[in-house]
């Protein structure tokens, strides 16, 4: 079965770093674009980024770039998400997401990532 693991999440400062990691399982990674999204609490989820099949990348929102770094890992089954100077703002839980081939959808459970002083 489908499987999205996110991981990599946590506490840190603004200013700080953090890398998620979204191990996929139960579908042909290759084959799927794979996206990142976020909520932070009493706002609706919004995409963040998304790595397409190809390897290229987009980061969504102009307060994510220049910071937002996505990339993945077919070899690995793996999709990454680098944050950089993080501001409280990007407070949120981060999912992960496949669109496979065939265009079903499938969610991770999410990470929480909390940047607090």
């Known amino acids: 079965q489908v499987q999205l693991v996110e991981s990599g999440g946590g506490l840190v400062q603004p200013g700080g770093s953090l890398r998620l990691a979204c191990a996929a399982s139960g579908f042909t990674f290759s084959s799927s674009a794979m996206s990142w999204y976020r909520q932070a609490p009493g706002k609706q989820r919004e995409s963040v980024a998304s790595?397409?099949?190809?390897?290229?990348?987009?980061i969504y929102g102009d307060s994510l770039k220049g910071r937002f770094t996505a990339s993945r890992d077919n070899a690995k089954n793996t999709m990454y998400l680098q944050m950089n100077s993080l501001k409280p703002e990007d407070t949120a839980v981060y999912y992960c997401q496949a669109v496979l081939y065939d265009l079903r959808t499938y969610w991770g459970q999410g990470t929480q990532v909390t940047v607090s002083s």
């Open positions: 790595v397409f099949t190809t390897g290229r990348s987009t």
